[in-house]
């Protein structure tokens, strides 16, 4: 077996494995363990509340979060920060990182979902519910591993504290928003979007510690540069 098959197994898949394992059992434990156990049995009713207080305006805010974190967006934004990844550092390893996080997510929510069948909170929706599972929020997942992927990437290129806090603080309202827009819209129960986190911080530490890791070596060792002519070959 190849050294980067080696890598990619130990490092990428199971990894991700696991998480998919660890996702599909906090599912079975939130639908059919703890079902009607606090803090679940307190899930609608935090979610009628916020059905309650919608307003015209805060329905307006809560549709520009739920946008940033559609399937459409997620994958233009992606494609085109990795593109302007790759156009400023002119490398590949910053924008493999990013797409491989935000498509290991994407993995895991889509094999949580087929194993795990929630229904969506019993208040009114307001966007049309994907043929999913309620359990994990996709979008949040998607915009956990995005938009907190781009905050490491541009934190670690950041050369002073202020400028990693700002980063942090400012991208990672973005999932913070989707969050609480996805429950305020009536898709999502909270639990969904707290396995969510999970999911997508997971998936950018995963890719993080196996793309990120410059002392991770993928396929062959470089070369030993040639000797001089005339110095002995060593075996």
Request: proline content about 6%; charged content about 15%; overall charge positive.
């Amino acid at each position: 077996m190849s050294e980067t098959l080696v890598q990619c197994v130990r490092r990428v898949v199971l990894p991700v494995t696991l998480l998919l394992s660890v996702m599909v059992l906090l599912g079975v434990l939130v639908t059919r363990v703890f079902a009607r156990s606090w803090p679940f049995t307190a899930e609608d009713a935090v979610n009628r509340e916020l059905a309650a207080d919608r307003t015209s305006g805060w329905n307006d805010v809560s549709l520009v979060f739920s946008t940033l974190a559609s399937t459409q967006v997620i994958v233009l934004v992606t494609g085109l920060v990795a593109l302007l990844l790759f156009l400023w550092l002119r490398r590949w390893r910053e924008p493999i990182f990013l797409c491989a996080a935000v498509s290991a997510q994407a993995l895991v929510f889509l094999l949580t979902t087929l194993a795990i069948d929630r229904r969506r909170p019993a208040v009114e929706h307001m966007d049309v519910s994907p043929p999913t599972s309620s359990f994990p929020s996709g979008h949040t997942s998607a915009a956990v591993a995005l938009y907190v992927g781009i905050a490491l990437l541009l934190a670690l290129r950041a050369r002073s504290t202020p400028a990693k806090v700002a980063w942090w603080s400012l991208l990672l309202l973005v999932p913070l928003g989707v969050a609480m827009t996805r429950m305020y819209r009536g898709m999502h129960h909270p639990s969904d979007v707290v396995a969510s986190f999970l999911n997508g911080g997971t998936c950018v530490a995963i890719m993080a510690r196996a793309i990120l890791d410059r002392s991770v070596r993928w396929g062959r060792a470089k070369l030993a540069p040639l000797a001089p002519a005339g110095s002995p070959v060593r075996g």
